[in-house]
């Protein structure tokens, strides 16, 4: 079956520019997470949304990260002014049940801000 | 930041050979699951295990968690060029049933 899907797979940006990444988790998730993941480490939370509410946007980094679920299907992320600190991969990730379930990664998409 | 440590951060080996990679964590948990990631893509889930077991098995998988100690420990056995890979364990805390905070990972290569 169609696992979780993010595009675009690739997005480089000239600082300054906002960019928007889109997730389609799996058909019938309620969950959803957005993770960050810098070069050689392991991904960090982001923001975590049940259906269309965004329970925690606690590890949002700064007030230029957004993050929207409005049909609590597909996801966006969006960064405004980007920064090179910005470049990372951002993962998204669907679980089925509401909590402690397992979390299925979606492909990523590789952010470079030049 | 990141609430577990991976021990080695690198392991090379030979095919055949098994490969035990070792997570510690702070926090006490709900779950701990280990994650698989090739070069260049997405997560895939390996294993979940709970706080309240000790052992868990999954084809040439084993994993063990010890709560006393906050650790666990991923073993691959007869470990393929295949399973070629960074492995990361991830904690899901009783404080937030929801997010996992990830360690820093182990960069494995099994040689031909």
């Known amino acids: 079956g169609a696992g979780v899907s993010q595009s675009p797979r690739y997005k480089v940006a000239k600082r300054g520019q906002d960019v928007a990444l889109r997730c389609d988790p799996i058909?019938?998730?309620?969950?959803l997470f957005w993770y960050q993941q810098a070069l050689g480490q392991g991904p960090e939370f982001l923001t975590y949304?049940?259906?269309?509410?965004?329970?925690?946007k606690s590890g949002l980094p700064s007030d230029r990260f957004f993050a929207e679920r409005p049909e609590g299907s597909v996801s966006t992320l969006k960064i405004q002014r980007t920064q090179q600190e910005d470049s990372a991969v951002y993962l998204c990730?669907?679980?089925?049940?509401?909590?402690?379930?397992?979390?299925?990664f979606g492909p990523g998409t590789r952010l470079t801000v030049l | 930041s990141q609430q577990g440590e991976e021990d080695p951060q690198a392991l090379s080996i030979q095919e055949g050979e098994n490969a035990t990679m070792n997570c510690s964590y702070k926090?006490?948990?709900?779950?701990l699951q280990w994650y698989r990631q090739n070069s260049g893509r997405g997560l895939v889930h390996l294993i979940l295990?709970?706080?309240?077991?000790r052992e868990k098995h999954s084809g040439r998988l084993r994993v063990t968690l010890d709560t006393s100690k906050k650790s666990s420990s991923l073993l691959i056995t007869a470990s393929r060029a295949a399973d070629t890979a960074s492995y990361f364990c991830?904690?899901?805390?009783?404080?937030?049933?929801?997010?996992?905070?990830f360690g820093s990972g182990t960069r494995l290569l099994v040689r031909p």
């Open positions: 990730a669907s679980s089925l049940a509401r909590q402690s379930d397992t979390q299925y």
């Open positions: 058909s019938g998730h309620v969950s």
């Open positions: 949304f049940q259906n269309e509410a965004q329970l925690d």
């Open positions: 295990i709970r706080s309240n077991e």
């Open positions: 991830a904690t899901e805390s009783k404080d937030s049933s929801y997010k996992l905070i």
């Open positions: 926090t006490s948990i709900n779950n």
